[in-house]
């Protein structure tokens, strides 16, 4: 018998937080390049703090800056750049200047 402290699979976090984001990588190890959609859902945990999950075909993935190579395995991606995905873009009829999704960092 298994016994978990506070129910925390319970709470109703809304299902339709999500959104997507698209990377493209280049491996630091073997120079190769890649492109990858997420879908992103956004929590916040008991502080009210963000926290993220990201889903590539339905299964859940380390995030971007933890990427792996798929093609030698190593976690060395760079990201190039990121960017709201076609589907996004696509109901635009002319997507114009000055819609891009920006990559903020905190130090
Ligand atoms: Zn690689």
Aim: aromatic content about 10%; overall charge negative.
């Amino acid at each position: 018998m298994t016994t978990t402290p506070g129910d925390a699979d319970s709470d109703d976090t809304p299902a339709d937080a999500g959104l997507q984001e698209a990377f493209a990588f280049t491996c630091l190890h073997c120079g190769h390049g890649w492109e990858q959609t997420y879908d992103v859902e956004i929590h916040l945990d008991a502080d009210n703090r963000e926290f993220r999950y990201y889903y590539a075909d339905g299964k859940r993935v380390p995030p971007p800056l933890m990427a792996e190579c798929p093609n030698c395995g190593e976690r060395k991606a760079r990201i190039l750049r990121a960017g709201v995905v076609a589907a996004v873009l696509a109901q635009m009829p002319h997507h114009k200047h000055g819609t891009h999704w920006r990559f903020h960092r905190h130090k």
